[in-house]
């Protein structure tokens, strides 16, 4: 009962500070999508260009026979393209939401407003920047002629598991990154290994014994490919196994935040002593 008052009020407090300060959550929105490419010559359309830049390598990779990918139900560019995509999801939420304190903890303390207001920018921020690079996977999707069902449009639901582990995992690190540095450390470096231990560039059909093990116990296996299939084929694969990761990133992301909410304010008093 304990935790469900908990869960009723911290529900409750979130929701009213959004109204109270949904002003300022617009203006910030505003001024993080407009400060990341105002000095750039070409701006906004670097977002289109490093997915092509990345998907060219792992092309050039897999024709010179250094990777071999395995098979897959679309051809490799399409579907190296569209997964490394789903991975940008996962991680950029989680890049964003784990520098909160460091990069807005100042001026949460001098403006005075609720530290989750800086979350929920950088959510409908990382959205929108996803939005746009997408298209293009929709676009090479097509010239591939991979037809997309009407089940494709369940696409962005179920990337809301992904979103949800990202916050997870970025706002217990978001606390960490100012009282645990070498800690954070690890994490960045294991996640950015993560990627090469989960089917992007390769199907999860891969026939390496220590790594077939890996995948299959895998969340983000079953959380990646249930969303690329559904948008790809139509299907809904691994629908058992997508659930079960779902809700313990559902559980994970309602524990990070009530630690986040719990912790942060603390952290936010060493970081000005620093």
Not at 10 to 38: A, E, P
Not at 87 to 103: A, E, P
Not at 166 to 186: K, P, Q, T, W, Y
Request: with cysteine; hydrophobic share 55%; charged share 10%.
């Amino acid at each position: 009962m304990g935790i469900y008052k908990l869960l009723q009020q911290n529900g409750s407090d979130f929701f009213s500070n959004m109204r109270k300060y949904r002003f300022l959550l617009v203006q910030l929105i505003r001024i993080d999508i407009l400060s990341g490419y105002k000095k750039s010559f070409i701006g906004i359309l670097w977002m289109v260009i490093y997915p092509i830049l990345s998907v060219i390598i792992w092309i050039i990779l897999n024709g010179a026979g250094i990777i071999q990918p395995g098979e897959s139900s679309i051809p490799y560019p399409a579907y190296v393209l569209l997964s490394t995509s789903i991975w940008g999801f996962f991680i950029g939420i989680y890049q964003t939401t784990s520098q909160i304190i460091l990069q807005g903890g100042r001026m949460m303390i001098m403006n005075k407003f609720p530290q989750e207001v800086l979350m929920v920018n950088k959510i409908i921020v990382h959205l929108i920047l996803f939005a746009i690079p997408f298209v293009v996977n929709l676009v090479v999707l097509l010239l591939y002629g991979v037809q997309l069902s009407w089940t494709s449009l369940l696409f962005p639901i179920a990337l809301i598991p992904l979103l949800l582990a990202g916050l997870a995992i970025g706002l217990v690190v978001a606390v960490l990154r100012v009282v645990a540095v070498d800690v954070v450390a690890v994490i960045d470096e294991f996640l950015k290994l993560l990627m090469f231990l989960t089917p992007i560039v390769y199907t999860p059909k891969l026939n390496i014994s220590g790594l077939s093990t890996f995948i299959e116990w895998n969340p983000l296996t079953y959380l990646v490919g249930f969303s690329r299939d559904l948008l790809t084929s139509g299907i809904f694969s691994d629908t058992q196994s997508f659930l079960i990761c779902s809700a313990g990133a559902f559980v994970a992301f309602v524990l990070a935040f009530i630690f986040f909410q719990t912790v942060g304010p603390r952290v936010l008093e060493r970081l000005v002593t620093n």
